[in-house]
């Protein structure tokens, strides 16, 4: 049967704004482990995007609630938002780490760190941006395989880290700090796969 009521389409628009908030909160990242010991504006620009992200999420849900008809099933729109509001989330738990632990060095792993999860909210953005116009899995593969494919290094370099911290000789201290900020990270990374897996189960359900 042919469906006239039209479907809120905003919520594309929401989508992809999130992403973008994502996306940028990872450069500032980076740009903080570049620039350190500068780290205060990074933090900032950080925090500035973990706020618009917020309150852009709640706007989502609170659409979500007053909406008839949406662009696919509302437990998969909650999810996604709140998945894409959940990796700003953690960069911004992450920057402040630098000063409440007194870093005084940044790690070259870390650094690596950063730069992957760039490269897999970028992918993240890409894909979201793509849900608008197709259902179509193979339309979204390029960017969900990419997807993947900086988790497994996020892994690779975690693993890395930590043994490094954990190996002999090692300063308890500094092992207790950058073991919680590369478990941080490390999240945020997992955080892109799971809006790589939320948005493969949307384009399955409503192909």
Not at 65 to 87: A, K, M, N
Not at 188 to 194: L, Y
Request: hydrophobic content about 40%.
């Amino acid at each position: 049967m042919l469906n006239l009521l039209p479907k809120d389409t905003t919520f594309y628009d929401m989508f992809e704004k999130l992403s973008s908030h994502a996306v940028t909160s990872a450069e500032h990242l980076r740009t903080l482990a570049q620039s350190f010991p500068s780290i205060d504006a990074g933090i900032q620009r950080i925090r500035q995007e973990e706020h618009a992200a917020d309150e852009l999420a709640h706007s989502c849900l609170d659409r979500l609630d007053r909406t008839f008809i949406t662009p696919f099933d509302r437990e998969d729109i909650h999810t996604l938002v709140g998945e894409l509001d959940d990796i700003v989330d953690g960069i911004d738990a992450l920057a402040k780490r630098f000063p409440l632990y007194h870093v005084k060095k940044m790690e070259p792993t870390f650094q690596k760190q950063t730069d992957v999860l760039v490269k897999a909210t970028i992918a993240v953005s890409d894909a979201v941006h793509r849900l608008r116009k197709s259902r179509k899995l193979s339309d979204l593969s390029e960017c969900l395989i990419e997807i993947h494919h900086q988790e497994s290094l996020g892994d690779d370099n975690h693993h890395s880290a930590i043994s490094e911290l954990f190996g002999d000789n090692a300063d308890p201290m500094r092992a207790l700090r950058w073991k919680e900020l590369y478990d941080l990270i490390e999240d945020a990374i997992d955080g892109c796969e799971d809006v790589g897996n939320t948005l493969e189960r949307i384009v399955l359900k409503n192909g």
